[in-house]
T-cell receptor
Framework: AQRVTQPEKLLSVFKGAPVELKCNYS??????LFWYVQYSRQRLQLLLR??SRESIKGFTADLNKGETSFHLKKPFAQEEDSAMYYC?????????????FGQGTILTVHP | DVKVTQSSRYLVKRTGEKVFLECVQD?????MFWYRQDPGLGLRLIYF???????EKGDIPEGYSVSREKKERFSLILESASTNQTSMYLC????????????FGEGSWLTVV
């Protein structure tokens, strides 16, 4: 079974402060991990994926297989980063393509 | 640009009614999904489809069925709507050739009274 846990439902920071959204997963094989974001009144969209090792809008995420974590980080938060963030996992084998999401974290960046 | 279109943005239905939620994608994607989104529970997979006429149960299929007669269209059916099915429903399609990226529709708000 595959599972994704985001322990924080709400996260508030001030503009310019560092931000870290936590994500832990449970999966027996080699997963693909993603972060999706939903801005107010917009559709859910891909933010980044671990295999790309890219930085999008200043956000990065490193897959830590030892700790089974994929935390999302940004050194200096901006007001426009306020949104709902979902961590997601895609497994292999018979569950290939099945994308499992966490509960989501609402990030609010205050001016 | 990939487009995933959910025809109904807001619906209000009565308990016991049969409800159809339609989703169309225009990028010839093989895989399509239906999720429901609830506060505190995140996105939960209801059903997904690998290809035409193929379907797999997700994590919460009870009370739902799906239909995939054509590649571009994936329908979610509530045989007899109940109040606990009041939710936001999200359709998505997946581009297997682009790193497993999933594209979402805007969502359908369903209220069952």
């Amino acid at each position: 079974a595959q599972r994704v846990t985001q322990p924080e439902k709400l996260l508030s920071v001030f503009k310019g402060a560092p931000v870290e959204l936590k994500c832990n997963y449970s999966y027996s094989g080699s997963p693909e991990l993603f972060w999706y974001v939903q801005y107010s009144r917009q559709r859910l969209q891909l933010l980044l994926r671990h295999i790309s090792r890219e930085s999008i809008k200043g956000f990065t995420a490193d897959l830590n297989k030892g700790e089974t974590s994929f935390h999302l980080k940004k050194p200096f938060a901006q007001e426009e980063d306020s949104a709902m963030y979902y961590c997601a996992l895609s497994g292999g084998g018979t569950s290939y393509g099945k994308l499992t999401f966490g509960q989501g974290t609402i990030l609010t960046v205050h001016p | 640009d990939v487009k995933v279109t959910q025809s109904s943005r807001y619906l209000v239905k009565r308990t016991g009614e049969k409800v159809f939620l339609e989703c169309v994608q225009d990028m010839d994607h093989e895989n399509m999904f239906w999720y429901r989104q609830d506060p505190g529970l995140g996105l939960r997979l209801i059903y997904f489809s690998y290809d035409v006429k193929m379907k797999e149960k997700g994590d919460i299929p009870e009370g739902y069925s799906v239909s995939r007669e054509k590649k571009e269209r994936f329908s979610l059916i509530l045989e007899s709507a109940s109040t606990n099915q009041t939710s936001m429903y999200l359709c998505a399609s997946r581009d297997r050739g682009a790193g497993n990226t999933i594209y979402f529709g805007e969502g359908s708000w369903l209220t069952v009274v």
